[in-house]
C-alpha cells in the first residue's frame, strides 16, 4: 500500500467502517470483464474473527449465473467524506477524505431455511432499525436467495484529516 499510515488493519476499526457503509460493490468475473454491482448487506464476526457478509438477491439473473459458473469475487465498500484543499488552484493539490474496505471471498448460495431465515433476519434489523417485522411469508422465502460470502482477504484505507 502506497500510503502505509492510512492502512486500517484491526477487524474492529474495519467493523467501524462497515457499520457506516450501506451499500457493498461485488465483482464477479464475467469472462473478460468483471461484472460489478452494488447490493445491501449485513455482516457478523464468526468464532475466529472473521468476517462473513450476508446478501439477498433473486433467484434468477445473471449475478446468480456468474456465482454458479465461478464464486470467487472481489468486494468494495466505502464512504465519501468530502474533497480537502479544493480551494487549491495547483493541479493534483486536492485530496479526498474517505474511508474503504476491500477484499476478495467466495460465495455461497445457501439453501438451509434456517441459515437463509438467519441472513434475511441479519439485513433486516440492519436495516430495519429496530422495527419489528411480521414472519416472512412462505413464497417471499422461497423466491429470495441469500449469498453468503466467506472472506479470505480483507483490509482497509483511510484518509481521514
Known amino acids: 500500500m502506497r500510503h502505509a499510515d492510512r492502512e486500517v488493519k484491526e477487524v474492529s476499526q474495519i467493523v467501524e467502517i462497515l457499520n457506516r457503509s450501506n451499500v457493498l460493490r461485488i ?3 464475467d469472462q473478460y470483464f468483471p461484472y460489478i454491482i452494488p447490493i445491501h448487506f449485513s455482516y457478523f464476526l464468526n468464532e475466529n474473527s472473521s468476517i462473513i457478509f450476508y446478501m ?3 433467484s434468477i439473473g445473471k449475478k446468480i449465473e456468474l456465482i454458479n459458473k465461478n464464486n470467487h469475487i472481489g468486494f468494495e465498500t466505502d464512504i ?3 474533497f480537502a484543499n479544493q ?4 493541479p493534483c493539490q486536492w485530496s479526498t477524505i474517505y474511508e474503504s ?3 476478495d471471498g467466495y ?7 434456517k441459515e437463509k431465515k438467519f441472513g434475511l433476519d441479519s439485513i433486516m434489523r440492519r436495516f430495519g432499525k429496530g422495527k419489528a417485522f411480521e414472519p416472512y411469508l412462505n413464497t417471499a422465502l422461497q423466491k429470495v436467495v441469500i449469498l453468503k460470502l466467506i472472506v479470505e482477504n480483507i483490509s482497509g ?3 481521514i484529516q
Open 157 to 159: 484505507k483511510r484518509h
Open 80 to 82: 465519501f467524506y468530502r
Open 56 to 58: 439477498h438477491s433473486s
Open 87 to 90: 480551494e487549491s488552484t495547483i
Open 27 to 29: 465483482a464477479i468475473n
Open 101 to 103: 474496505v476491500i477484499g
Open 107 to 113: 460465495v455461497e448460495i445457501i439453501t438451509d431455511e
